[in-house]
């Protein structure tokens, strides 16, 4: 009569140790993507916002003397939501003086996610009148 063939302790116990050292290079790969997943989303959440502003500011340089876009200064902080995320956005007149006269206007848009500048965005725009 034959011995049943099973998995003494050692086995297993080698078996465990060979799914451990697997797992310990595995999980921190899992996490790293997750983490950059999580920062790409809230980037490209930052850009919608960036965006969006923009937006509403080009709408102001089609006005009849675009007077409503500042020739210095910056906005007040506005707190955006997106995605479930709040986002601070400041938008800066004419940062760089030569890119502003009668007729253009600088701006330059800076997201934040908390303290961390996560997006800025700049453009030019002519005024038409």
């Not at 998995?7 to 921190?28: H, R």
């Not at 910056?74 to 502003?100: K, N």
């Amino acid at each position: 009569m034959s011995k049943p063939s099973a998995f003494s302790l050692i086995e297993a116990l080698v078996a465990l140790a060979i799914l451990a050292i697997l797992l310990a290079f595995v999980i921190p790969s899992f996490v790293g993507f997750l983490q950059s997943n999580t920062d790409n989303e809230i980037r490209n959440q930052a850009a919608i916002v960036a965006q969006q502003q923009m937006d509403f500011w080009r709408q102001q340089a089609k006005g009849a003397t675009g007077a409503s876009i500042p020739l210095s200064g910056t906005s007040p902080t506005q707190t955006v939501t997106q995605g479930g995320r709040s986002y601070s956005v400041v938008t800066a007149f004419c940062p760089d003086a030569s890119q502003c006269s009668s007729d253009k206007r600088q701006l330059r848009v800076e997201v934040r996610l908390g303290t961390r500048l996560v997006y800025s965005l700049e453009a030019v725009y002519v005024i038409f009148n």
